[in-house]
């Protein structure tokens, strides 16, 4: 069972997570932990050597000075004033046998005129070679059958002898062997602490990506409404958890207006159907000609109809969801208008509107022309539909500011109260009206794929003003030959 445990936590993000975090950081204790050894080691001997140094030089300016006696009297000094700056003997006989401290004088020749050293001393003197006995800075020499080396520093004397000084490493290196168990314990220690502390600072943080994780498994169509509680830390987990419920209030909402369309093109189709049915069984039962034509044709207006309602809602929906492809060219809005409104001049006429047009300078925008054509196409079509005799519909064309703007301005009665802040959705109709309810929604469509807006205001003297607001191309660069 602890083996299937243990199995499963390594398996978890928290304990990958925590291995990385924990391996970076004992790689790094451990660099500090070597560069603090390794400065303390040359601390060491740099004190030993500077002793050691010191010593030398003092016992040489004596040497060429004093009598011998003086010497050796001093050697013996300078060896139990050294012995009673240790903090404590050795507790082992082979630890007792290299803790030396040895002054020697030897001739040209490398033989002992005066000596003080302990019984040792006949062990070391092999090791002490003819290199080892050249001047220079303090160097270590190894004695055969000893744990430790020594340091050793040798001085020339103006009579050609040779003083050599040499301290055993024993404590030094015993100190620093000390120093490195207790940093490789330190090291494990701390290692383990920061495995823990990362594990449990990972999986705190990770136990709430598990919520979100839950909640979002947990989620069915019929539970839309569920969320997250939202958090005041105010850090990256928050603004996930704060996003994600955004993004079911957006799925939510989304499903919600599909269901809506659904409702609604199913409700629009039903009495055209029921019209197209109507008239293809009159047709087949009617015995004259020509009513069965005027029934076939009555259905296939019917399909028109119906085709176009179809269209539209596909149109719409594609430009809303920004996957309408646009055909973008350099067009004059100005003319594009212009065209449009001599396209419906005449119904204008029929209808007796008055239908003016005011686009005093070119407005170029880079835009589909069709998409363009047939927003403003359905403005002036609501206009036909819904004005009565005697309005007055002005279409103003106008760029400001890198924008190009289009509006349909009339002084009729207005938008109903109870559509106008919903007017641009779709399917969504007067009371009168017998429209699909689409035109508007594919005049906002057309604005948003283009990066623009669109907004229903109402003029000072009564009316309705639609106007479009999307970015004006930008100004072509002159080449030069």
């Known amino acids: 069972m602890f083996s299937r445990l243990s199995a499963r936590v390594r398996r978890t993000a928290a304990w990958r997570l925590s291995a990385v975090a924990?391996?970076?950081?004992?790689?790094?204790?451990?660099?500090?932990?070597?560069?603090?050894?390794?400065?303390?080691?040359?601390?060491?001997?740099?004190?030993?050597d500077n002793w050691l140094d010191a010593e030398?030089?003092?016992?040489?300016?004596?040497?060429?000075?004093?009598?011998?006696?003086a010497l050796t009297q001093e050697f013996a000094r300078e060896a139990s004033e050294l012995a009673n700056r240790r903090l404590s003997a050795p507790s082992e006989p082979e630890d007792a046998k290299e803790s030396v401290v040895f002054f020697a004088l030897l001739d040209r020749h490398g033989t002992p005129l005066l000596v003080h050293a302990p019984a040792t001393w006949r062990e070391?003197?092999?090791?002490?070679?003819?290199?080892h006995n050249r001047p220079g800075p303090p160097r270590s020499v190894t004695v055969?059958?000893?744990?430790?080396?020594?340091?050793?520093?040798?001085c020339a004397l103006k009579d050609g002898n040779v003083l050599l000084v040499g301290e055993s490493l024993r404590g030094d290196q015993q100190l620093l062997d000390e120093t490195s168990q207790s940093l490789a314990w330190m090291w494990v220690g701390v290692t383990v602490c920061g495995f823990a502390v990362s594990w449990f600072s990972i999986h705190r943080v990770l136990s709430r990506v598990n919520a979100i994780t839950e909640v979002a498994a947990a989620i069915q169509p019929?539970?839309?409404?569920?969320?997250?509680?939202?958090?005041?830390?105010?850090?990256?987990?928050?603004?996930?958890?704060?996003?994600?419920?955004?993004?079911?209030?957006r799925i939510e909402t989304s499903i919600t207006q599909m269901r809506a369309i659904g409702d609604s093109v199913a409700h629009d189709l039903r009495s055209p159907v029921t019209a197209i049915r109507g008239s293809l069984e009159m047709a087949l039962t009617s015995p004259n000609d020509g009513q069965v034509r005027e029934r076939v044709a009555?259905?296939?207006?019917?399909?028109?109809?119906?085709?176009?309602?179809?269209?539209?809602?596909?149109?719409?929906?594609?430009?809303?969801?920004?996957?309408l492809r646009l055909r973008r060219t350099r067009l004059d809005v100005c003319a594009l208008a212009e065209d449009v409104v001599e396209l419906y001049l005449p119904a204008a006429q029929?209808?007796?509107?008055?239908?003016?047009?005011?686009?005093?300078?070119p407005v170029e925008v880079w835009a589909d022309e069709s998409l363009l054509r047939r927003a403003l196409t359905n403005l002036l079509d609501n206009a036909m539909a819904h004005l009565p005799s005697g309005c007055r519909v002005e279409v103003a064309v106008t760029g400001a500011a890198r924008r190009a703007q289009i509006s349909v301005t009339d002084n009729g009665p207005g938008f109903p109260a109870e559509i106008r802040d919903r007017a641009f959705d779709r399917f969504v109709r007067g009371r009168r009206s017998e429209g699909t309810g689409l035109g508007l929604a594919l005049v906002r469509a057309t604005a948003l794929v283009h990066g623009g807006t669109v907004r229903l205001g109402q003029?000072?003297?009564?009316?309705?003003?639609?106007?479009?607001?999307?970015?004006?191309?930008?100004?072509?660069?002159?080449?030069?030959g």
């Open 22 to 48: 924990t391996a970076v950081f004992a790689l790094g204790t451990a660099a500090v932990f070597v560069a603090a050894y390794l400065m303390l080691a040359a601390s060491i001997q740099q004190r030993g």
């Open 56 to 69: 030398a030089a003092s016992l040489a300016d004596m040497a060429a000075t004093a009598p011998r006696e």
């Open 124 to 131: 070391i003197l092999p090791a002490l070679d003819t290199p």
């Open 144 to 154: 055969p059958g000893w744990e430790y080396p020594m340091r050793v520093v040798s």
């Open 222 to 249: 019929d539970q839309l409404g569920r969320r997250l509680p939202e958090e005041r830390h105010g850090d990256e987990i928050a603004r996930l958890v704060a996003t994600f419920n955004v993004m079911l209030d």
């Open 298 to 323: 009555s259905a296939l207006e019917g399909l028109d109809k119906l085709s176009a309602l179809l269209d539209a809602t596909l149109d719409a929906t594609e430009a809303e969801a920004g996957a």
């Open 350 to 361: 029929d209808r007796g509107l008055e239908l003016n047009l005011r686009a005093p300078a």
């Open 459 to 480: 003029p000072p003297g009564g009316g309705s003003m639609i106007e479009i607001e999307i970015p004006a191309a930008a100004p072509e660069t002159p080449t030069g």
